[in-house]
Structures are given as structure tokens and as C-alpha cells.
């Protein structure tokens, strides 16, 4: 069974940085793109990064580079989001998804002062 | 970045047919952009329905359908029951980039 499970989430003040973990399951890590992707109370679904599966490309939505970093450890199984100078906008559940059928629970991201 | 448009709100009464749309600000949608289309009911994980504009999920009910209209991606939904009544959302995905579009709030009514 697949099963992808994020952890990392808090709430933080503004220029916070987190470190959002995603531990994966049930299928070959090391083969599969995996990204982010992020959901604002009461709005839609944003992608936010994307790697594919040795981690030699990384790919980010416009609003986010310089200060989002996707990485994965495939020996480990587990995909992460480094967030740096967070910001109130950046208040989010942040998901975990296997390009693109499978998606964790979500961790929540919660930004204010 | 590309701009992925979808009608914000749709109704279609009990067994009713309903056809929910994807457009790309940066010309026809076609195989190459992988459209995916994802339903997500309140409280929910977004839930994977279609793969690659007209391929279903082991899971995905046989009323729903993908395919394109016109330089768009669309989701037929045939036969709509209750437990339809949700968001839909649609991706296009090329070169390592993702794009959601902004949702349909189907109900049905």
C-alpha cells in the first residue's frame, strides 16, 4: 500500500523558516517524480515544487524560488521543503504527492505574528 | 507561468450530464501537457480521477470520462449521483512544471 506521511508543520512567526518532511512508503521511492503542493484556507490547490527521481531537477512555482528548496534522500525513502523568511501567504496544509495519483494527509503551515 | 482557467462553479441535477473544462493561457491544450484531473469533497485529500486527458484510475467511476474539447481538456461527468457534488481541479503538467487551475465547485441540485 502506498503510503506517503508529512510531518514539520507548526505555526511560526513571519521570516520563520521550516523544514516540512514527507516519509514514503509502499512503492519504489528512488523511480518516481514526487512534489508539493499547497492548499490556502478555503482556496485551491497550488503546486509549489516538483523533483524528479535522482533529484537532479528541481522545478519551482514563480512565488516561491530563492526561498523554497525541494530536495529527497531516496536511501531514506523521504521527500522534504526546506521554507525560508516565511510569510503570512505562505499559510498553507502543505501535501506530499506522488506525480500524480498519490497524496499524503497533508502537514498544516500556519504563519503569523 | 501559465495560467490554467477552469469554470469556477457548475450545477447538474441528479443523473444529469456535466462537462467541466481546462484552458491554458499559453495556447491549445493537447497530450503533451498530461492533463490530470483531481476531486477533492471538504475535508478531504485531494482524490486522482483521470490521467494523461482520458485515462481513469482503478478507482475512478466509469461516469466520469476525459478527453479534449476543442484546445481544451474536459471531464464529462454522465449519470451525476450526490456523492459528486465536490471540486474539481485540473493540471497540466510539461517540463518539470505543474500548474493547477483554480477549481470547479460542481453541485448538484
Known amino acids: 500500500e502506498v503510503q506517503l506521511v508529512e510531518s514539520g508543520g507548526d505555526l511560526v512567526q513571519p521570516g520563520a523558516s521550516l523544514r516540512l518532511s514527507c516519509a514514503a512508503s509502499g512503492f519504489t521511492f528512488s523511480t518516481y517524480w514526487m512534489s508539493w503542493v499547497r492548499q490556502a484556507p478555503g482556496k485551491g490547490l497550488e503546486w509549489v515544487a516538483g523533483i524528479n527521481p535522482d533529484g537532479s531537477e528541481k522545478y519551482y512555482v514563480d512565488s516561491v524560488k530563492g526561498r523554497f528548496t525541494i530536495s529527497r534522500d531516496n536511501a531514506k525513502e523521504s521527500l522534504y521543503l526546506q521554507i525560508n523568511n516565511l510569510r503570512v501567504e505562505d499559510t498553507a496544509i502543505y501535501y506530499c504527492?506522488?506525480?500524480?495519483?498519490?497524496w499524503g494527509q497533508g502537514t498544516l503551515v500556519t504563519v503569523s505574528s | 507561468q501559465t495560467v490554467v482557467t477552469q469554470e469556477p462553479s457548475l450545477t447538474v441535477s441528479p443523473g444529469g450530464t456535466v462537462t467541466l473544462t481546462c484552458a491554458s493561457s499559453a495556447g491549445a491544450v493537447t497530450n503533451d501537457y498530461y492533463p490530470n484531473w483531481f476531486q477533492q469533497k471538504p475535508g478531504q485529500v485531494p482524490r486522482a480521477l483521470i490521467y494523461?486527458?482520458?485515462n481513469r484510475h482503478s478507482w475512478t467511476p466509469a461516469r466520469f470520462s476525459g478527453t479534449f474539447l476543442r484546445d481544451k481538456a474536459a471531464l464529462t461527468l454522465s449519470g451525476a449521483q450526490p456523492e459528486d457534488e465536490a471540486d474539481y481541479y485540473c493540471?497540466?503538467?510539461?517540463?518539470?512544471?505543474?500548474?493547477f487551475g483554480g477549481g470547479t465547485r460542481l453541485t448538484v441540485l
Open positions: 493540471l497540466l503538467f510539461k517540463g518539470g512544471i505543474s500548474v
Open positions: 494523461g486527458a482520458t
Open positions: 504527492a506522488r506525480q500524480w495519483v498519490y
